[in-house]
């Protein structure tokens, strides 16, 4: 009997015995022992699952790329047009105001010169090309706009058209040596002519020429049109611009007087056309008359 219990059959039924126990707690703490293939199982193919998962959803997203990509195109589109329709707003709004305040412009010029047949028109080009600032504006023949009609803004003169097409216009300003305009100082009355200067024009000034050389002008007097220019009649007390500084002319007989023209001409955005006023409207009359006369 003892060599039983030290035999290798009794250590085998107690290994067995152990096992059964084992067993018989592991289904009582899990619900059975039908759990237990399934837990070995799931043991087994849970790392393949895990794999499994983790490439389709990888290969999900790769995929997904291709079928967004026509819907995110057509988005893209979407977005480009709708910052160009507010940018085209935004342009009109501008647009709008800047229409606005030469209406507002225009009013108070009539309130002083009820004579003034005015339209507006916004610059719509410059060459960079071209010196003393010239530009063009987008009225022309069909609005009424004729050769020389002087361009101004709210605070006075700017220049002149030089050009007219059918539906734009270009501008010459004083800045320019074509443009020659008579003037007087409003205080002291002395008179000459206003004219542009290739060395002042770069910093936006033109001068006031043919003045003495002992003239009463100092700095701060204002300059306006004598009602004359040498490309015709230009309205008279339209203002030209401020004295900056009294120049000696090069042969010390005569001085000029540099001017800063009433406007930033380099950054005009929108001005003022005189298509009529009454003197030039007088003296056309007087032309026909005259050339009626000699037939």
């Known amino acids: 009997m003892k060599d039983f219990f030290t035999s290798l059959k009794f250590k085998i039924l107690c290994l067995v015995a152990a096992l059964l126990i084992g067993l018989m ?72 105001l800047d229409e606005n305040e030469q209406l507002r412009e225009i009013l108070q010029i009539k309130e002083i010169r ?69 003037v007087y100082e409003i205080s002291k009355g002395e008179t000459g002519i206003i004219e542009g200067d290739i060395a002042l024009a770069k910093d936006g000034f033109c001068k006031l020429v043919y003045i003495d050389k002992d003239t009463a002008i100092i700095p701060g007097d204002i300059v306006v049109t004598s009602g004359s220019s040498a490309s015709g009649l230009l309205p008279g007390g339209l203002v030209v611009g401020t004295v900056v500084n009294i120049t000696a002319e090069e042969h010390g007989k005569t001085v000029f007087a540099t001017i800063k023209p009433v406007a930033d001409i380099d950054n005009l955005k929108g001005v003022i056309v005189i298509k009529d006023f009454e003197q030039q409207q007088m003296d056309l009359n007087q032309r026909i008359a005259g050339e009626s006369g000699e037939e």
């Open 114 to 182: 009820d004579d003034f047949v005015l339209t507006g028109a916004s610059v719509i080009s410059r060459d960079p090309n071209v010196l003393f600032n010239s530009f063009t504006i987008d009225k022309g023949l069909i609005h009424g706009v004729k050769l020389n009609d002087p361009v101004i803004v709210s605070g006075g003169l700017i220049g002149r058209v030089d050009y007219v097409g059918s539906n734009f216009s270009t501008v010459v300003t004083l800045l320019s040596p074509e443009m020659k305009v008579s």
């Open 25 to 96: 707690f592991y289904a009582a703490g899990t619900g059975g022992f039908s759990t237990l293939p399934s837990s070995i199982l799931g043991g087994i193919t849970s790392p393949f699952q895990k794999l499994s998962s983790s490439i389709s959803a990888k290969t999900g997203n790769f995929l997904s790329k291709f079928v967004n990509a026509e819907q995110n195109e057509l988005e893209n589109i979407e977005l480009k047009d709708e910052i160009s329709r507010l940018r085209k707003q935004l342009v009109d709004y501008s647009r709008l």
